[in-house]
């Protein structure tokens, strides 16, 4: 059976940088406050000319390159976003102009933070029935656009960015080797962000002005560490694989007590957790394809390495994807 198999990586971030410092002259915050609670030290805030589709262009230019290949050549483009610019059209159509790919179709998929890891996997059933097939799969966000400034609990946590993946099949034994996605929409209260203006009226009813991300940390938190173990372990058990055959894990960057959390449930080693939220944030569906093209780039991955992502975002939606290199 042909798998899919990654074939270019690329990331693009916004220009300027905004760090606790800044922020501590916004609200009442300080460095000290975020980096023990978060680990996040900066963040990048997305300006003119760096909306989520340009962003989202800027690393698949990137990732296309890499794999040798043009924007005609790509057959499909999949954004894993819930910050697109536009409501319609979806922001893969905006990337598909932006790069020219003229025989690929283009839509978006929101599954928040999971977004990435679900397009992935999305791609990967495309794949399996058509191997030849080249796609582009991004996350990309620019959730700065969608937080309420004035509340600390959770301005702080949020970045832009976008990471994108070129993805085909091959016939070699290496690729996706397993995948498990999740939802629980019954808790999704804890941790969502409305259309603005609300169109929602249960959370009207509820006093709620909607239209920026609200979060019950704490809860977020315990569902986040508990889901994440979950898929982990599913994955590995149904790949037939052992936690300690596993290279390197790139888990959505959120929080590092989340993931220092995790490292206890799982008796992984943290070391082989690639981290870069203290210089990003929670940029979230971004946040996996971002760390993937950092660690591709600087030549963490080997071939025939095993490589696990996990993600865990609002909805609930929660997942994991185990890829020999
Ligand atoms: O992609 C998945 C989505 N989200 C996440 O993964 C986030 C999950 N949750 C978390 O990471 C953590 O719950 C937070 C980092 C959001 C908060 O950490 P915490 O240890 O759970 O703090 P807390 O919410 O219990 O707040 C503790 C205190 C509160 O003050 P009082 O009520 O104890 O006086 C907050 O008002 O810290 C206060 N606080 C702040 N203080 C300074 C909340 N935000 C801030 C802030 N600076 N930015």
């Keep these: ?14 220009e300027r940088v905004l760090s606790n410092e800044d922020l501590a002259k916004m609200v009442d915050t300080s460095d000290e406050w975020i980096t023990s609670r978060t680990g996040i030290k900066t963040r990048h805030i997305s300006g003119k000319g760096e909306e989520t589709s340009k962003l989202a262009a800027a690393a698949s230019r990137k990732a296309l390159e890499m794999a040798g290949l043009a924007p005609a050549d790509l057959d499909m483009i999949i954004v894993g976003t819930m910050t697109s610019e536009m409501s319609m059209p979806a922001c893969a159509c905006l990337v598909q102009k932006e790069l020219g790919a ?28 058509d191997a030849d097939l080249k796609i582009l799969v991004i996350g990309a966000e620019t959730l700065s656009t969608r937080l309420n400034w004035q509340d600390r609990n959770t301005c702080v946590l949020f970045g832009d960015g976008a990471g994108a993946c070129v993805v ?17 929409g019954s808790l999704y209260k804890l941790l969502y962000m409305d259309s603005a203006p609300s169109m929602n009226r249960e959370l009207k009813r509820d006093g709620n002005d909607g239209s920026y991300i609200k979060m019950a940390g704490k809860d977020v938190f315990k569902h986040a560490v508990r889901c994440m173990d979950m898929a982990i372990c599913d994955v590995l058990e149904q790949a037939r694989v052992s936690a300690d055959q596993v290279k390197l894990i790139i888990p959505h960057q959120a929080n590092i007590r989340i993931l220092k959390s995790l490292v206890d449930r ?8 690639y981290i870069n939220v203290n210089k990003y944030g929670n940029t979230s569906a971004a946040s996996i394809p971002i760390a993937l093209d950092e ?7 080997q071939a025939d390495d095993l490589l696990l992502l996990c993600a865990f975002g609002g909805g609930f939606t929660w997942g994991a994807i185990l890829i020999r290199w």
């Design 1 to 14: 059976m042909k798998r899919m198999v990654v074939i270019g990586t690329g990331s693009a971030l916004p």
């Design 102 to 129: 003229v025989n690929s179709f283009a839509f978006d998929l929101n599954a928040a933070c999971s977004g990435f890891i679900y397009s992935l996997d999305l791609a990967e059933k495309y794949i399996r029935a």
């Design 168 to 184: 085909t099949g091959n016939d070699e034994n290496r690729g996706m080797l397993a995948s498990k996605l999740f939802s629980d």
């Design 266 to 273: 799982l008796k992984f080693p943290l070391e082989n957790f």
């Design 295 to 301: 660690a591709n780039r600087k030549g963490l991955l």
